[in-house]
């Protein structure tokens, strides 16, 4: 077996994971990638991001493309949790479980007795994650949280404003995205923290807080010495720092050192700029940015993004393509190192369908090998059995409606 | 002692980082913050970051703001790994290391004896990580990776032409920054996997595989089924979607569930529109999401935002203001949750000074006591004593020119 299939560097830990739709199923997809039992359970509808993450093939309802990706590697079962026997199977998955993740509000988890003190009195080893959308205890305790409104109250939308003119957000859920590896990184942080046989812990996730951390810490700037201070790093806040056009396409061109910059003017026939003082050290270049970026900009449009790139590289001055998404779908080292993949097993739809891989590489544990994300209810019949329950049993629960 | 402080999960860990500049110091503070003993190797000159991270105060040459809050709680020894002298201290801090991390190309980690097989002869219980621009193998192997290059290359700035018209970049380090979380969080995931006594791992982070699977796992859409497909999420990739002008400052509002869209027309004024087939469902709003976000931002116009928060509140519309970077600075969440602070024992310039802390909470471990980023060599005495170098052979080392 080669390393990328020996099973994970999590292999052995059970995720017991009640969450949807983004910010959970990151967290969860990166532990079922390397190798953790991921345990989605899910209400009788199925997670939202089934019907809301773009159109499902008509053979495969439910498994919208958004959910495709944010789900692999996971066994799903549905379970009523309104129900006392729904709430009776999450306890029997709780006692077998090392983590429990949620993003439900600290009343909804003590009400379904799924609260971080239930769950250590089922299994003190449990590490119990809780996706806030705010910091307990604060002003905002409880506020509904959604990526959009964290992306404006955090101040991503402000740097957008202070880089070009307007506040916007990011054309990705952001915040749901980058707090649910930090998620999955906290998860695994107290995993080691246990040992093997500490108690485990509770653990608070706050999206709001670390997506205050993650622009700050970027833009606090001089700010952080006092209120007379600036925000922000103006390499990055100015407009002109974009993909320049070239020709036929767009380029990104870094030439930051004093070499890289030198071989810049060399590679675009301007020698003479290398003795321009504007443009002589990194902080002439950030003195006259704008300047800088604009004469890097009108320079670009002179040949096209094929022609630039090997002369760039005789220069050595770091520069690659600015892909759009159809001709990253092509990129060589996107599909060579596995990343991007044709599924050949796990074809659902009519043509050819497109998979994504765990990027990172484990020479020891290697990765989980492939499986597609669950239809919804998909592993019910094999998680019941795992835990002890009969047949007779199984059909009580499924005749109760806990099970879809 | 308060849980926050009791030391953190990763107490009893000890990193050895030889990275720099922003995406190794990302996932390093994760680990620091967790309670690792993380020891910064600079070279003589120190982090680059440490002069091109903003202005440094008079008194505190090196302390960056941009330094400052990505190297919080970490220790800083100088070690010049050219000399045989400084590799011969660096392979004595890797034989009592936990982790290694570098960004290094492979070939100068096997020149200065620092790759995988080399630590694993010291240490055998070794997690080994290296963050690479490319992964390893591919047609890209070993080219030059920036920040910029990797948002081009792995469709970010693509992301932002379908939005917005034209390719930019996130006004963020955005593929460092994420990509040193999923590296911190791959290094965690492996310390799991050793257990008390198996071996430890080389570990691969490769930048551009990581951000073109962020990319493309939110947005390969409908592109996932075949060639026939449309990429993205319309309801993220419109122009419209974005913080809405109020009379006086900017507001997000996430009115997607039909109650959400009903309260919404209530709050504004118009009930009439609950009726309005357009707006009636889900599918129908996606159908017309701009005339939906048009009719959102005209009527957001007619009041202010403190107007506005507690009337969307009454009809259970999730909405918050939009921060500017100055407005966040007070905001009582942040504030109230400790996650800004003003540093009352840290102070390094005139003006009281901010601090960041992690965001996440740990009911068992906390997290490690606040400690102020090291200055450049802060540390090489204690470190060096720790490993056993006697005052005598410490000098030696100074005198060689090892050490700064």
Request: net charge neutral; aromatic share 6%.
């Amino acid at each position: 077996m080669s390393a990328r299939s020996q099973g994970g560097p999590l292999r052995g830990i059970r995720v017991l994971d009640a969450t949807g739709v983004i910010v959970g199923p990151t967290a969860t997809l990166m532990l079922a990638e390397q190798g953790a039992d991921v345990i989605k359970v899910e209400p009788p509808e199925g997670d939202m991001m089934r019907r809301l993450g773009g159109r499902a093939p008509a053979n495969a309802p439910g498994m919208a493309p958004k959910f495709l990706h944010f789900n692999r590697n996971k066994r799903s079962i549905v379970l009523d949790l309104k129900t006392p026997a729904g709430q009776a199977v999450m306890r029997r998955l709780a006692a077998t479980s090392d983590v429990f993740i949620s993003n439900m509000r600290a009343r909804a988890l003590v009400s379904l007795g799924l609260d971080a003190a239930s769950m250590a009195a089922l299994n003190r080893r449990m590490i119990h994650c809780t996706i806030s959308g705010f910091a307990s205890g604060g002003p905002y305790d409880g506020a509904p949280a959604y990526d959009t409104i964290i992306q404006g109250l955090s101040g991503v939308a402000d740097c957008f404003r202070r880089q070009a003119g307007e506040p916007r957000f990011a054309p990705f859920v952001l915040t749901d995205h980058i707090v649910g590896i930090i998620a999955a990184q906290a998860i695994c942080a107290a995993l080691v923290g246990r040992g093997t046989d500490g108690p485990g812990q509770a653990i608070e996730v706050p999206m709001f807080e670390n997506a205050a951390a993650f622009v700050l810490s970027e833009h606090l700037g001089q700010r952080t010495y006092g209120p007379g201070g600036s925000f922000g790093d103006p390499r990055i806040m100015t407009p002109d720092a974009r993909p320049l056009p070239t020709r036929d396409g767009y380029i990104c061109v870094s030439a930051n050192t004093d070499a890289q910059a030198r071989g810049f003017f060399d590679a675009i026939g301007r020698p003479e700029l290398k003795a321009d003082p504007r443009f002589g050290s990194v902080a002439a270049r950030l003195e006259n940015v704008a300047d800088y970026f604009r004469l890097r900009a009108e320079a670009m449009m002179a040949r096209t993004t094929e022609e630039w790139l090997p002369l760039l590289r005789q220069h050595d001055v770091p520069a690659m393509r600015a892909h759009t998404l159809d001709s990253l779908l092509d990129d060589p080292q996107l599909r060579g190192s596995g990343t991007l993949v044709e599924e050949e097993d796990m074809q659902i739809g009519e043509e050819p369908m497109l998979g994504l891989r765990h990027a990172n590489r484990y020479s020891g544990s290697g990765t989980a090998p492939p499986r597609l994300a669950p239809r919804l209810d998909e592993h019910a019949e094999e998680i019941l059995s795992e835990l002890g329950f009969s047949a007779e049993e199984r059909a009580g629960l499924r005749n109760a409606g806990v099970m879809s």
